[in-house]
């Protein structure tokens, strides 16, 4: 079966490009005839194994504001992708956002090729402009097929997309990971990953530490990834007076083994899609702390089991889950070992397969 996948650009090392990467390369392992299609002609972020194809279209942005100008931009790419989809001829096409699924929908109308939009993100919390949020209706209702990353995710769309979607969630796909072990003395940091953006919360995380700072002061919180809120972040944490153990460590490639030797892995976020960063930390073996944020944690942790859940937007809270961790070296073992199972039940390989039985049911349809 032959599959492209659509993505806005390659070049940043966000959760979608990271799943692109994973997925088409898990497909591509099992026989799929595979392609990667971005809009940006800039060079992925991520290494993509020989097998799988990519094509760097490098169209123009879009103009911000909305006007006929921009509609005419959004046309003339539509346009372009669709050409682009013709000449590959797949069985199917994945967008990889709700925007990318309705160029998707777009490129295959009319066509034998069958669409399939994903949802990467939460539903319920997108700030949408009326236009937005009825297209994302319209795509939804029209695609072939639907891949979903939570149950919660897949509840938000109407019954008639439900049935005819699939929940399939992230799996573990930085192939670093399985070079990590669980290290017998761990170092004295507390870290987290991710995109400096505030939906993230590292500004929680950051008043956390604070709070918790001079009792350990051996302790540093490392920060892994780069954003437009890294200023605020750093005034943030002058503020509070831990400017000199919190450290961003900007965004590195290597990043499964920096946070393997850590102390405490923490997820501050205020939502999330499904976290490729906490699937990462636990598979890796650390001990975790999660916020109960919508949503994704919640399908990952059983709470004091493979990792710790707290009230979200709490530092407090969030404080005292870490510094139970620090305390109780009985506890972090234990939720160490659950966390690192994580790395068989979310594997490329099983996660692969469902995405492949699920796009050959949609290719199969008439």
């Not at 490392?222 to 961003?248: A, C, H, Q, T, W």
């Not at 039940?345 to 995405?355: D, F, N, Q």
């Amino acid at each position: 079966m032959k599959t492209v996948f659509l993505i806005l650009s390659l070049s940043e090392s966000g959760g979608a490009e990271r799943a692109v990467c994973g997925i088409s390369e898990g497909l591509a392992e099992i026989g799929e005839d595979v392609t990667v299609v971005s809009l940006s002609g800039d060079r992925s972020f991520f290494d993509f194994d020989g097998s799988v194809k990519l094509k760097l279209l490098d169209l123009p942005d879009l103009p911000r504001s909305a006007s006929l100008k921009r509609l005419s931009a959004v046309i003339k790419r539509a346009f372009a992708i669709r050409k682009e989809i013709k000449k590959l001829d797949p069985d199917v096409v994945v967008g990889m956002s709700h925007v990318m699924s309705a160029y998707a929908l777009f490129c295959t109308a009319f066509t034998k090729i069958k669409a399939v939009g994903t949802e990467r993100s939460n539903p319920y919390l997108l700030s949408a402009t009326k236009f937005m949020t009825y297209l994302r209706k319209l795509t939804s209702t029209l695609c072939d097929g639907y891949v979903f990353q939570t149950k919660r995710a897949q509840s938000f769309f109407s019954l008639s997309v439900q049935k005819r979607s699939a929940v399939i969630p992230n799996a573990v796909f930085n192939r670093d990971v399985y070079n990590t072990t669980i290290p017998d003395i761990r170092e004295k940091v507390i870290c987290a990953s991710g995109r400096l953006v505030d939906i993230k919360g590292f500004d929680i995380l950051i008043e956390a530490f604070s709070l918790i700072s001079d009792k350990y002061p051996d302790y540093k919180l490392y920060i892994f990834g780069d954003g437009p809120e890294k200023e605020s972040l750093m005034k943030l944490s002058k503020e509070r007076n831990v400017s000199d153990r919190v450290i961003f460590k900007g965004t590195v490639k290597n990043v499964a083994e920096e946070i393997s030797k850590c102390s405490v892995f923490v997820l501050s976020s205020r939502f999330e899609g499904m976290p490729n960063a906490l699937i990462e930390a636990m598979a890796c073996g650390l001990p975790c702390v999660s916020s109960r944020c919508d949503m994704g944690p919640e399908e990952l942790i059983d709470d004091g089991v493979n990792g710790l859940l707290v009230k979200k937007e709490d530092p407090e809270a969030l404080a005292e889950a870490i510094e139970r961790l620090l305390n109780d070296g009985e506890l972090s073992e234990r939720l160490s070992k659950e966390a690192y199972k994580i790395r068989d039940t979310l594997s490329l390989s099983s996660v692969s397969k469902k995405w492949s039985d699920y796009l050959k049911s949609v290719a199969d349809k008439k």
